[in-house]
């Protein structure tokens, strides 16, 4: 606990800045090689440096309201075809458009610290290939309108030459383009979403996903302790369509777990495409203007729709359950591409989500863990 702590401390440096223009993703060109490192040979071109996810996000901290911060996080997936490289030191350099407003500089130890290969031994749907990657995380003032991260890379390469490289990376606010409405009606917790230590903001198109409690009328989780699957008070909660849209992608044959707290992987190893069991019994919506909803884990069977059919908000499209999840709950996703896992998350806001519990309902647009909210 002590190790995680302070590793969330050091991943928590930042300064005043935050991001309202959007600008268009770098591409390889973006990336730079800089070779004018004291000391240091012409670098090889086969070095480059990327994002995971490849769009960076941020998203307001406020809970009850807009707060006076927001966060992101990323990997930096550092890639070449020898493989033989190490990071010595970063430095980062925050803009607001043409103005530099802060810089952190990062040492051989505290890059290693925060060092991983998690983006290429992910799954097979969801990794890409890489030397090793990055984990930063930044919580921002929103006042001072940052636009960019200038990320400048110094990596020791074969036989000990330095070589530097620098990626260009825009720091986006998402304006959502469709009206959502909340997937499940009633009273509703999220209990895991996509905190920078949490999975979620691992994934590309997790990255700012939502798990889903249903809960009972005096907000509780289960009822008779939880000892079957059935006593979950999100077991059976309809599944609506957050917004019209054509089913571009449906799941209904992944079968649910027997018990609570456990997922046995080999009831679905026999199923075509098995990759695809990971979300369970999943639906896929375009609402158009590149914006996707995932709807995931819902029990075997209940799913009433099929690719190529058109859903109107509202429109009931399975029931939530535990398919391949040790507890019933519903995964909720809003991207940018029809593919279920090669696409980036976006923020969501909803239309229809309050906190009632202290008297006058309070508004909510985007759900956050651990607050007892209900959707109307």
Not at 119 to 127: K, T, W
Request: contains cysteine; proline residues 6%; negative net charge.
């Amino acid at each position: 606990m002590t190790e995680e702590i302070a590793r969330r401390q050091f991943l928590q440096q930042s300064a005043g800045f935050a991001s309202g223009l959007v600008l268009s993703h770098p591409t390889w060109d973006s990336v730079k090689v800089l070779s004018h490192v004291p000391g240091s040979q012409k670098s090889e071109a086969n070095t480059t440096l990327s994002t995971w996810p490849h769009r960076i996000y941020k998203e307001n901290d406020g809970i009850l309201g807009p707060a006076s911060s927001e966060s992101f996080a990323f990997n930096l997936l550092v890639k070449d075809q020898n493989g033989k490289i190490e990071p010595q030191s970063a430095r980062l350099e925050f803009y607001s458009f043409e103005e530099r407003v802060h810089t952190v500089e990062l040492s051989k130890k505290a890059l290693n610290a925060v060092r991983s290969t998690s983006i290429s031994s992910a799954g097979d749907l969801d990794r890409e290939e890489e030397v090793f990657d990055l984990r930063h995380y930044f919580s921002v003032p929103v006042s001072l309108d940052v636009s960019r991260l200038v990320y400048r890379l110094t990596l020791a390469g074969p036989g000990g030459s330095a070589l530097e490289r620098e990626l260009d990376i825009p720091l986006l606010r998402y304006e959502q383009k469709t009206k959502l409405t909340f997937p499940m009606k009633g009273k509703f917790m999220v209990v895991l979403s996509h905190d920078f230590n949490e999975p979620h903001s691992f994934g590309r198109s997790q990255h700012f996903a939502y798990d889903i409690f249903g809960m009972g009328p005096h907000w509780e989780i289960t009822r008779n302790g939880g000892a079957t699957i059935a006593d979950f008070c999100t077991w059976g909660r309809e599944v609506i369509a957050p917004a019209d849209g054509m089913v571009v992608y449906a799941r209904n044959d992944v079968p649910d777990q027997p018990r609570p707290g456990t997922v046995d992987t080999s009831i679905h190893e026999h199923l075509p495409n098995p990759g695809y069991a990971g979300p369970g019994n999943n639906v896929l919506l375009d609402h158009g203007n590149s914006e996707y909803s995932s709807l995931g884990h819902m029990q075997h069977g209940s799913v009433r729709v099929k690719t190529g059919d058109r859903v109107k908000s509202g429109d009931v499209v399975g029931l939530a359950g535990n398919s391949n999840s040790p507890i019933p709950h519903l995964h909720y996703q809003l991207t940018n591409g029809e593919h279920v896992f090669r696409a980036d998350g976006l923020p969501s806001r909803f239309e229809n989500i309050s906190l009632d519990l202290l008297g006058t309902p309070i508004k909510i647009a985007t759900p956050k863990r651990g607050v007892f909210l209900a959707a109307h």
